[in-house]
Structures are given as structure tokens and as C-alpha cells.
């Protein structure tokens, strides 16, 4: 029996992703339908309101995420989904308003209705957080995990890798981990399902990932430059000859000029719409310790200029330039909570409003790391081909203490997908941090430092 559900498990969840999302469009429906009746007959209303949750609802889980339980864990389907949600009623609402000021319906906005559109968000999420347990308590009921193989170049490199992996064991369960040059290596492949590589030399992890796809055999492995340039490659046939085209990428003069009206209209109306917290931030941070409100300092950019960068002040004065650990004395009282949820960030909208960053792009990093990254991995200059941002990719996917090459493919992987699309995409799916503000600012452990240390000696 659970071999067959197996077989149909995309099924399975393609069934409960139609009738998830079909249950949230009728809760909308149902319960502004109260004061909105015609919503639940044939009309111009029902049509436009249908089209506009649809619409909205596709366009949102686009940029926030799907419902793909089984690949993602339970906490980060629900909140992409909440925000997905969230914002696909208020325009499908706007619309519905939009639709029923006229003579025949509403001439005012009625704030009966405000109501009525809480209870559906509350019943909406209510229907996510079901479906997403339920959804991955039926999945992993006859999916089991995939058996794993750990191919690497030292077993002592696998501090990373073991960590990500860990944090999805009803995905993943190591069987074995074993050196690229074991002889017996093609024997232990054909006893798992799915073969890790880590950072195992190119022309043999050809040869692994070549015989994977002829065993059919499940591969990962961390991208190298060449995998980021490949990308956006094309075929191309000349004559009759197959190529690879791998083009330069660059910004064009109007994207440049798009990028940049939208950093200053998007910075501005942000530092207007922030400007309490501003006030209550620089309050705060002076009666904790009387120091100064803002912390200034030297920061790269694109072309490798050097600029002055402003954040709050989370740090007694004066500290000492190094990684900040777990349970690190040096952060403030207010600063650990500035930190957390990424508002010692904020004063950077006047660097962006400036023109030193942009809205979209690589962390700007530290002029001594700049040096010392570009050391161990002279590609790290790459990510001065742009600007730096105040988010980003690698801001978003990583953490405080990603690793400097995990983070530098993050941001080549931005500049070489580059869209204004993207960035539109990157700004909606900053709100996602402040969900998960623990992990994103998750500070590096003694290990973790001692880790980073090496990549840079």
C-alpha cells in the first residue's frame, strides 16, 4: 500500500494544493459574501473578485513560495503562505471595494467589512498551519527518508554540510560518508538513493555526477563559479554544431536608471513610514548607555569604492573588530533586540538615498574581510560588479554566519539572474525575514568562527 502511495506522492500533493488553495478562495467568498451577496452569483463582481484572488494568489506564492510540503519544512511553507495570503486578499479586497462603490451597491467604504476581512485572514491561516502539519505528517507516512551517501575531500570539511543536513532528517538520513578517491565508491552509490558531494575536485565529480544520471541516482553538489556562469547559459547551434553560450552580463543604461529611481522612491517613502521606530531606536540605544546613536563605518561597494555605512549602534563603543559569537558581551541590551529583527539596519536608507547602495544587492562587507575573503577566494571580487544593498539574496537565504563562499555564490547567483523582477521579488521577501529573526541573525558558535577563521588563513 505505501509503495503505491509513494508512486503517486506528487499526485497526492498536487491534490492537496488545488484543494488548499481552493478552500481559501471560498472562505474569502463565503464570509464577505455577508454584506457582499452578489459575490456568490453570476455577476461582474464575482468574476473580477475571482480573477483578482487568482491572479494575486499565483503572482504572490511566486515571490514568497509555494505549498511544497515534503521539500521545505512546516515553519517556512506557513509563513510564506500567511504573507502570500495576506497580501492576496488586501488587493483582491481593494478590488472588491473598488467594484461596489457605485450607485447600485455601496457608495461608501463600509467598515463592517475591514472586520469581516480579519476573521477571513485568521481562518485562512488557521487552514494553513492544518494543512501544512497534516499535509507533512501524511507525507512522511509512507515517504521515508532518501538513503544518503556523503562523498567529500576530507572529513574534516564536513562542519557545513552536516549542519544543513541535519535540519531535514525525514528528508535525509546519511548512510555512509567516504572519500572521492575510495576505490570502492561506485559499489557504495548503487546502495543509496541520493549522493552529496562535498567540495570534491571538478574532473571527478564529473565523473560522479555523470554516473548518477546513469544509475539514476539523486545528486547535489555545491556550486562552483563555473556552475553560477552556467546558469543563464543558451543553446546555441552553429551550423550544425552545439554550443553553450555562457554571455557577459551586465546592467543595461535603463535598468540602471530603473534601479536607481526605484532605490530613491522606495528609500524615501520607507524613511518616511519608518520614521517613529527611527526616533524610538536612537531613543533607546541613548538611555541604555548614553552612547552614540549611530555606528559609521568603511564598507565596499561596486567597483571596489569605499563608502561610509550607518547602522545603529548595537555594540558597547569601541569594540574590538572581530566575529560576534554566541552569547557575545559586547552586544547592548537594545542592540541583541535591534539585531534580532533587523532594525540597526534601518539608517541605511540614507546611504541608499545617497546612491552609495542600492536597495538589491551584496552585503557591503568590512574592508579588512573584503581583503582576507579575496585571499582564500580571489572571486570574491566579483560581487563589486554591482552595487551593495540593503538586502539581498544572500541576506535573505543566509545567515549572519553563512560561510564567506556560501555567501559569495548567493550574490553571484543575484548578479548573474539580475532582473528588476528579482529585485521586486528580493524586497517583497525581506518582510520573510523578521519570521525567522533567530535564524538569520543566528551569530557564529566558537566552532563556527573557528571555521570561518580557516577559509581566510
Given at each position: 500500500?505505501?509503495?503505491?502511495?509513494?508512486?503517486?506522492?506528487?499526485?497526492?500533493?498536487?491534490?492537496?494544493?488545488?484543494?488548499?488553495?481552493?478552500?481559501?478562495?471560498?472562505?474569502?467568498?463565503?464570509?464577505?459574501?455577508?454584506?457582499?451577496?452578489?459575490?456568490?452569483?453570476?455577476?461582474?463582481?464575482?468574476?473580477?473578485?475571482?480573477?483578482?484572488?487568482?491572479?494575486?494568489?499565483?503572482?504572490?506564492?511566486?515571490?514568497?513560495?509555494?505549498?511544497?510540503?515534503?521539500?521545505?519544512?512546516?515553519?517556512?511553507?506557513?509563513?510564506?503562505?500567511?504573507?502570500?495570503?495576506?497580501?492576496?486578499?488586501?488587493?483582491?479586497?481593494?478590488?472588491?471595494?473598488?467594484?461596489?462603490?457605485?450607485?447600485?451597491?455601496?457608495?461608501?467604504?463600509?467598515?463592517?467589512?475591514?472586520?469581516?476581512?480579519?476573521?477571513?485572514?485568521?481562518?485562512?491561516?488557521?487552514?494553513?498551519?492544518?494543512?501544512?502539519?497534516?499535509?507533512?505528517?501524511?507525507?512522511?507516512?509512507?515517504?521515508?527518508?532518501?538513503?544518503?551517501?556523503?562523498?567529500?575531500?576530507?572529513?574534516?570539511?564536513?562542519?557545513?554540510?552536516?549542519?544543513?543536513?541535519?535540519?531535514?532528517?525525514?528528508?535525509?538520513?546519511?548512510?555512509?560518508?567516504?572519500?572521492?578517491?575510495?576505490?570502492?565508491?561506485?559499489?557504495?552509490?548503487?546502495?543509496?538513493?541520493?549522493?552529496?558531494?562535498?567540495?570534491?575536485?571538478?574532473?571527478?565529480?564529473?565523473?560522479?555526477?555523470?554516473?548518477?544520471?546513469?544509475?539514476?541516482?539523486?545528486?547535489?553538489?555545491?556550486?562552483?563559479?563555473?556552475?553560477?556562469?552556467?546558469?543563464?547559459?543558451?543553446?546555441?547551434?552553429?551550423?550544425?554544431?552545439?554550443?553553450?553560450?555562457?554571455?557577459?552580463?551586465?546592467?543595461?543604461?535603463?535598468?540602471?536608471?530603473?534601479?536607481?529611481?526605484?532605490?530613491?522612491?522606495?528609500?524615501?517613502?520607507?524613511?518616511?513610514?519608518?520614521?517613529?521606530?527611527?526616533?524610538?531606536?536612537?531613543?533607546?540605544?541613548?538611555?541604555?548607555?548614553?552612547?552614540?546613536?549611530?555606528?559609521?563605518?568603511?564598507?565596499?561597494?561596486?567597483?571596489?569604492?569605499?563608502?561610509t555605512i550607518y547602522k545603529f549602534r548595537t555594540m558597547v563603543e569601541d569594540a574590538d573588530k572581530h566575529l560576534v559569537t554566541d552569547h557575545d558581551d559586547r552586544i547592548t541590551p537594545v542592540g541583541k533586540f535591534l539585531r534580532k529583527y533587523r532594525l540597526d539596519e534601518l539608517p541605511q536608507l540614507f546611504n541608499i538615498l545617497k546612491g552609495d547602495m542600492s536597495l538589491v544587492g551584496p552585503r557591503p562587507e568590512m574592508t579588512e574581510y573584503v581583503y582576507a575573503y579575496?585571499?582564500?577566494?580571489?572571486?570574491?571580487?566579483?560581487?563589486?560588479?554591482?552595487?551593495?544593498?540593503?538586502?539581498?539574496?544572500?541576506?535573505i537565504m543566509g545567515k549572519y554566519n553563512t560561510t564567506s563562499k556560501d555567501k559569495l555564490i548567493l550574490d553571484l547567483m543575484y548578479i548573474e539572474n539580475f532582473s528588476l523582477w528579482n529585485d521586486i521579488k528580493i524586497i517583497f521577501q525581506t518582510i520573510l525575514v523578521l519570521f525567522k529573526a533567530s535564524d538569520s541573525t543566528e551569530a557564529f558558535s566558537e566552532e563556527d568562527e573557528r571555521h570561518q577563521h580557516e577559509e581566510n588563513v
Amino acid at each position: 500500500m505505501k509503495s503505491k502511495l509513494y508512486k503517486c506522492r506528487k499526485s497526492i500533493v498536487l491534490a492537496m494544493k488545488l484543494l488548499l488553495y481552493a478552500l481559501l478562495m471560498g472562505i474569502f467568498f463565503l464570509i464577505l459574501s455577508i454584506h457582499n451577496p452578489q459575490m456568490l452569483v453570476p455577476s461582474r463582481t464575482a468574476a473580477v473578485t475571482a480573477v483578482s484572488f487568482v491572479v494575486g494568489g499565483l503572482l504572490l506564492t511566486n515571490i514568497y513560495g509555494r505549498y511544497d510540503i515534503g521539500q521545505r519544512k512546516s515553519k517556512p511553507i506557513i509563513y510564506s503562505m500567511t504573507l502570500s495570503v495576506l497580501f492576496t486578499d488586501l488587493f483582491t479586497f481593494i478590488m472588491l471595494v473598488i467594484m461596489n462603490t457605485n450607485d447600485a451597491n455601496n457608495k461608501e467604504f463600509l467598515e463592517e467589512d475591514l472586520l469581516l476581512l480579519l476573521v477571513v485572514f485568521f481562518l485562512q491561516v488557521f487552514c494553513i498551519i492544518i494543512f501544512t502539519y497534516g499535509g507533512h505528517a501524511l507525507y512522511f507516512s509512507f515517504v521515508k527518508p532518501e538513503r544518503c551517501l556523503i562523498i567529500t575531500d576530507s572529513k574534516d570539511s564536513l562542519h557545513d554540510l552536516k549542519r544543513g543536513i541535519n535540519k531535514y532528517k525525514k528528508q535525509y538520513q546519511v548512510e555512509q560518508v567516504i572519500l572521492y578517491n575510495d576505490p570502492l565508491i561506485w559499489e557504495k552509490i548503487l546502495e543509496v538513493d541520493t549522493v552529496f558531494l562535498n567540495n570534491v575536485p571538478g574532473s571527478r565529480r564529473t565523473e560522479v555526477v555523470e554516473y548518477c544520471y546513469q544509475k539514476m541516482k539523486n545528486v547535489y553538489y555545491n556550486p562552483e563559479i563555473v556552475d553560477v556562469v552556467n546558469i543563464n547559459s543558451r543553446h546555441v547551434i552553429l551550423d550544425d554544431v552545439s554550443m553553450i553560450a555562457a554571455e557577459v552580463r551586465e546592467l543595461s543604461v535603463e535598468q540602471k536608471l530603473v534601479k536607481r529611481s526605484l532605490d530613491f522612491v522606495v528609500a524615501l517613502i520607507g524613511l518616511i513610514i519608518t520614521s517613529p521606530i527611527l526616533i524610538l531606536c536612537a531613543l533607546a540605544i541613548k538611555i541604555c548607555d548614553g552612547g552614540k546613536v549611530l555606528f559609521c563605518q568603511g564598507r565596499v561597494t561596486i567597483d571596489g569604492e569605499v563608502f561610509t555605512i550607518y547602522k545603529f549602534r548595537t555594540m558597547v563603543e569601541d569594540a574590538d573588530k572581530h566575529l560576534v559569537t554566541d552569547h557575545d558581551d559586547r552586544i547592548t541590551p537594545v542592540g541583541k533586540f535591534l539585531r534580532k529583527y533587523r532594525l540597526d539596519e534601518l539608517p541605511q536608507l540614507f546611504n541608499i538615498l545617497k546612491g552609495d547602495m542600492s536597495l538589491v544587492g551584496p552585503r557591503p562587507e568590512m574592508t579588512e574581510y573584503v581583503y582576507a575573503y579575496s585571499e582564500s577566494l580571489p572571486e570574491f571580487q566579483y560581487r563589486h560588479r554591482v552595487k551593495a544593498g540593503l538586502t539581498g539574496f544572500a541576506q535573505i537565504m543566509g545567515k549572519y554566519n553563512t560561510t564567506s563562499k556560501d555567501k559569495l555564490i548567493l550574490d553571484l547567483m543575484y548578479i548573474e539572474n539580475f532582473s528588476l523582477w528579482n529585485d521586486i521579488k528580493i524586497i517583497f521577501q525581506t518582510i520573510l525575514v523578521l519570521f525567522k529573526a533567530s535564524d538569520s541573525t543566528e551569530a557564529f558558535s566558537e566552532e563556527d568562527e573557528r571555521h570561518q577563521h580557516e577559509e581566510n588563513v
